[in-house]
């Protein structure tokens, strides 16, 4: 069975830093456009960031860009998010998804309908 398990969220002071992490397991997501989405309270789900197959292509959310970053190991299955400089506001679950390959990475990527596996999400608190 197909699995995303993510990792790496706890809290954290604001200006802090912290690694998220997600394992795929069942099945190999190499050829999937890998995303990070977020939920906070009273809000709707949310991209962050996606990164197509390749690693070649790569989106940021506005309120993230320059803070954050998406990678990928094809090796470990596993795709990361390095959140530097955290905000208040970037409290939420956070939520690895995996979709159909898109490259160069489009509009689609930001929907979360578009994506078909998720993981379970890992809350991450920012304290000010």
């Known amino acids: 069975q197909e699995r995303l398990v993510e990792s790496g969220g706890g809290l954290v002071q604001a200006g802090g830093s912290l690694r998220l992490s997600c394992a795929a397991t069942g099945r190999t997501f190499s050829s999937y456009t890998m995303g990070w989405f977020r939920q906070a309270p009273g809000k709707e789900r949310e991209i962050v960031a996606a990164i197509s197959w390749s690693g070649g292509s790569t989106y940021y959310a506005a309120s993230v860009k320059g803070r954050f970053s998406i990678s990928r190991d094809i090796a470990k299955n596993t795709v990361y998010l390095q959140m530097n400089s955290l905000k208040a506001e970037g409290t939420a679950v956070y939520y690895c998804?995996?979709?159909?390959?898109?490259?160069?990475?489009?509009?689609?990527?930001?929907?979360?309908?578009?994506?078909?596996?998720w993981g379970q999400g890992t809350q991450v608190t920012v304290s000010s």
């Open positions: 998804a995996a979709r159909p390959p898109n490259e160069p990475l489009g509009p689609p990527t930001t929907r979360d309908s578009g994506y078909d596996y």
